[in-house]
């Protein structure tokens, strides 16, 4: 049988140092720096273009203006299908490069002039951990946060720019990657356990708030041959991406089976083996088809075998202690779908063929082949 799901472990690329032990021991970290390239000097006048050295007198005042803001920067974005701006003699900037096109940006950062008189850097240190321009990141809600805190709680980013006066001043401009429950639509039920919705919604953070790198997965969902391409159930990842500044609206997910809705990459879904037919379905489907046809078919109004769709009827081949990938009851009856070979868990035992197994009201069971739910062909 062809499944998709998220495998229960990353088996592909090893992880990271510094994300197989603790995030950090505590210790206070003050940020560092990795001097930009030698070509981005020389970028003169571009976007990109090192500022000029700041004299004394302007270093400091600088200097005291970073010491004592709350918030020295604001990045306000600009929807792209408002007429580009000026603000004063520059054009607002454009931020491309956020996860998918339609993320792009106009924004301006606020006190300009004091955000483009910092020196920009590629990379800035935390802890022992060197982060680059275009990584995700963790951020602490406040400086004072232990960092050794939950990681799913904590918040996730991508840095955009990294700008600063010296090492105790370093800035990191920003988009955030949000969880769904932190977006006004809420989670939904397709929505898997460790899913980023990317967005163009920009802030920029002093540099002391970041709790260490991220790898954020992109995972294609179209991308059916490539199984290697689903993300690991203790990966982060992100499929679908949130135009915060724009039109406030998601991109499309690849909607799937009878009830015409995304996948959850952590429930398992089958396709047809049917060559004309080659539907995608989920397990959770599957099983609701079969309890209620188990129901109707238990209905004293029902004449009996006339329940559509029914397979062939045999005794349950599993044994009792294994684990269905999905189930479905109502009152007293249950159906229970099992799929050879799952679950692909350490330490569960995994089902050794495909069935369904049906417990009735009175609890008899029978168990029956696991058939598409469109064309009705035995799933193998
Ligand atoms: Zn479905
Ligand atoms: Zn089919």
Redesign the pocket.
Known sequence: MRTKKAPSQAKRAKPRASQSKPQTNGTPRTPTLKPPKAPERSAARSPAAQPAELSESDRRRLHEYLELAERPFLVHTVPASRKRKRSGAHPMQVQEDLFEQRLSVQYEVKPRDKWESLRRYKKFTVGSESIATGECILVKHDETEDPRMDIHSQWKAKVLEVRALDQEHVYIRLSWLNRPEDLPSGRKDYHGKNELIPTNQMDIIDAMAVNGALPVRHWDEQADGDEQSMPAEDEFFWRQTFDFANTKSFSNLRR??????PQNPDEL?VQCSNGECRKW??V???A?NALERAIASQSPNQPPDSSPKKGKLKNPANNPNLTAVADATKGLTTAEVFVKGYPDRPNIEPAEEDEIVITTETGEQYSEEVRC?FCETEVE
């Open positions: 799937i089976c009878v009830d015409d809705a879904i379905m989920h959770r489907c599957i609701k739910l």
